[in-house]
């Protein structure tokens, strides 16, 4: 989805705020660079407006460069949307990415829902200069989630339970949830779930979540790992229908810098990146103890053996 200069300065914004909210801190390897791509032997290193794909994108900066990497750790980009037009032409190398999603941006029609085959056609599916090195184990879905209220008071455990009752709900979610296929177009069209109305928030961040508690809300997309869930008693409901695809955490990178020791640092990350561990790195960074995201990143590389 192209969006107009003005909406691409809110995703920064906002992406600037989520970052503040949870510790993020100035950060040794970020540069704040213009966005022009780095030299030849420089990995330059991108991340989502959201908490977790910049953990994930300084974990991969840190074990980079203890390995002799010269690493380039960019400020977040924004949705998809924007850093995927950016490592498509190059001004950017690499950035965590999800299997499911990256799969139905770059092909609309895609059906398959199952790890494996999700991560087969995505490779298939990428642009000659892109590649995706190995999957990890951890997943991350866009989800459907409510209040316990909200649950009890429509007898929901899944969208399903839910549909009957969407056009008297209120959607919220980040701009681009409204439009993606997995998004509310697919849940409409799996579900039959056409909401009263949408508004526009952040990537399951905190805007969503306060719009989620006070009832401005009653519905929201947020991620399943996010440490938000279980501090709110938020109800995940589950998707029988398979609308949302396997979500594994992959490394989206130029084909030209993913070979070598990059190649093999970063399937080791992705060797040892869980759901779970994932979990646990937002709710880190979500703590009242506000760690920067920089440490948060430096604590799971030391206790994963890094």
Not at 24 to 39: A, K, Y
């Amino acid at each position: 989805m192209r969006r107009s200069l003005i909406a691409r300065f809110a995703l920064v914004a906002t992406a600037a705020l989520a970052l503040a909210a949870c510790g993020g801190g100035s950060d040794p390897l970020q540069n704040g660079g213009s966005g022009s791509s780095g030299s030849a032997d420089t990995v330059v290193i991108g991340s989502a407006n959201f908490v977790e794909s910049q953990i994930i994108a300084n974990i991969y900066a840190q074990a980079l460069q203890a390995k002799g990497v010269k690493v380039d750790l960019r400020p977040p980009i924004g949705s998809r949307e924007t850093y995927f037009p950016a490592i498509k032409e190059g001004s950017i190398d690499l950035i965590p990415e999800y299997t499911g999603t990256l799969l139905q941006y770059l092909n609309k029609n895609a059906t398959e829902t199952e790890p494996d085959a999700v991560y087969t056609a995505l490779k298939a599916a990428l642009p000659d200069n892109l590649t995706v090195l190995d999957k990890a184990a951890a997943e991350d879905k866009d989800a459907v989630v409510v209040t316990k209220d909200t649950a009890t008071k429509y007898n929901a455990t899944s969208i399903a339970d839910l549909a009957p009752n969407c056009g008297q709900l209120t959607f919220g979610g980040p701009p681009e949830f409204q439009t993606r296929p997995d998004g509310i177009p697919g849940i409409q069209k799996t579900y039959n779930c056409t909401f009263k109305e949408y508004k526009a928030l952040d990537a399951g961040g905190p805007l969503t979540v306060a719009a989620l508690k006070n009832g401005d809300i009653q519905a929201a997309d947020i991620f399943t790992t996010d440490a938000s869930i279980p501090t709110n008693g938020f109800v995940v409901l589950t998707d029988p229908k398979d609308n949302f695809a396997a979500q594994n955490v992959v490394p989206l990178i130029n084909k030209a810098k993913g070979t070598g020791t990059t190649a093999d640092v970063l399937n080791q990350i992705s060797a040892k990146l869980t759901t779970e561990g994932l979990t646990q790195l937002n709710a880190e960074a979500s703590s009242d103890a506000k760690p920067s995201l920089a440490t948060v990143a430096k604590n799971w590389l030391s206790q994963n053996g890094f």
